[in-house]
Structures are given as structure tokens and as C-alpha cells.
């Protein structure tokens, strides 16, 4: 049931049709928060809310896929899912509109681009230059393998479970710190300026 899978997020973004709720988070590699993109200085980002986009679509299951006619009735034209990760790959996941069994058409495209040479350290031993080259080799060799078998599930519509997307599909307004109002007059005053809660 497993099918494709994404890994080390650096950016993601939506595209639902509706420019005022669409939004582009990206990090920088490691652990690193998000920022969301083009944000005004009215809008913080609340990371409590986007910690699950890290993991958008680590590991995605197919129900089923849709052939002839099912397939022209279920089309992923709803939600468009923009991913690149740290390792090269570039994700366009599409998908529809769910049914009353919580079950969505989803599509796929990808595409990669990878560091084709290793950049030699400084003072490498033959030794250690023979052991990072066939690591390096070994590891675009699986990368290029992975891209190959995602790449030939383009142009099939297959039947997921909504949960896959349901924790990434919000609103812009949704990923944002909620503004605390303020109560008037606040607590005892203990010194000039200073109020307890």
C-alpha cells in the first residue's frame, strides 16, 4: 500500500484555488522552525500549528486506484500540495474533494535535481576519498531509484484515506498565533506601570 514518500521537508506550500487562504512555509535544514513566506507584521506564526507539516506525507497508503470510469468521476482538482525537500525532490500532490467515507482522490508528479560530484574535503587520504566516493555514489544511486518508481505512478489517480491530508489542509488564517485581547484595567496595580494577573 505504500507508494510514494516524502522526507526532509525544507518548503511546502497550498494552492486551494482561494489566494487569500494559500500560504508557503519554509526552514532551513535540521530542525529548524518554519517561516511562513511573505508574511505581514500582523501575522506569527504559531509553530504548535504547523509542527505536522514536517511530516506531510512521510508515509502515505493507497486504498485503491481508479481506472476508466471511476477515474474521470474522481478527480484530484481540488487542493494542490507544493513540497521541495532537503535531498533534491520536488513533490506536486493534487487531490479532490472527499467522499462519506473519508476517501480522496490524490495524484502525483515529482521531479528531482541532485548533486552529481561530491566536493572533496581538504588533506583526504586515498583511503577516505575511495570511502566517501562510493558513499556518495551509493546514495545517489538510491536517490535516482526512488525518483524512477515515483516517477511512474504520474498520471494515476489513487483512492487515500483523508487523514494523509487532513492535518495540512488549513487556511492561512488557521497557522497563526490567535491575538490575546487585552482586559481592561487588568489586575492590582503593585507599582507604577506594573499590574498582576
Given at each position: 500500500k505504500s507508494f510514494f514518500r516524502v522526507e526532509e521537508i525544507?518548503?511546502?506550500?497550498?494552492?486551494?484555488?482561494?489566494?487569500?487562504?494559500?500560504?508557503k512555509l519554509t526552514r532551513k535544514k535540521g530542525e529548524a522552525d518554519y517561516i511562513l513566506v511573505d508574511a505581514t507584521e500582523e501575522e506569527v506564526l504559531d509553530q504548535n500549528k504547523v509542527s505536522s507539516m514536517k511530516s506531510a506525507f512521510s508515509n502515505p497508503q493507497m486504498e485503491d486506484v481508479f481506472v476508466g470510469?471511476?477515474?474521470?468521476?474522481?478527480?484530484?482538482?481540488?487542493?494542490?500540495?507544493?513540497?521541495?525537500?532537503?535531498?533534491?525532490?520536488?513533490?506536486?500532490?493534487?487531490?479532490?474533494?472527499?467522499?462519506?467515507l473519508n476517501e480522496l482522490p490524490l495524484s502525483l508528479k515529482v521531479s528531482a535535481k541532485f548533486q552529481e560530484k561530491r566536493k572533496e574535503g581538504e588533506e583526504e587520504s586515498d583511503e577516505e576519498k575511495e570511502r566517501l566516493d562510493k558513499a556518495f555514489a551509493d546514495e545517489l544511486a538510491q536517490k535516482l531509484e526512488?525518483?524512477?518508481?515515483?516517477?511512474?505512478?504520474?498520471?494515476?489517480?489513487?483512492?487515500?484515506?483523508?487523514?494523509?491530508?487532513d492535518s495540512i489542509t488549513k487556511k492561512r488564517s488557521e497557522l497563526l498565533e490567535e491575538k490575546e485581547e487585552e482586559e481592561a484595567g487588568g489586575g492590582p496595580e503593585i507599582a507604577p506601570g506594573v499590574t498582576l494577573p
Open positions: 525544507g518548503s511546502i506550500e497550498i494552492i486551494s484555488g482561494e489566494p487569500s487562504n494559500d500560504w470510469e471511476e477515474k474521470k468521476e474522481n478527480k484530484p482538482e481540488g487542493t494542490t500540495f507544493k513540497i521541495t525537500t532537503f535531498d533534491g525532490f520536488r513533490y506536486e500532490v493534487s487531490v479532490g474533494e472527499k467522499n462519506d526512488k525518483l524512477a518508481s515515483e516517477k511512474s505512478l504520474e498520471g494515476h489517480v489513487f483512492k487515500v484515506r483523508s487523514y494523509i491530508v
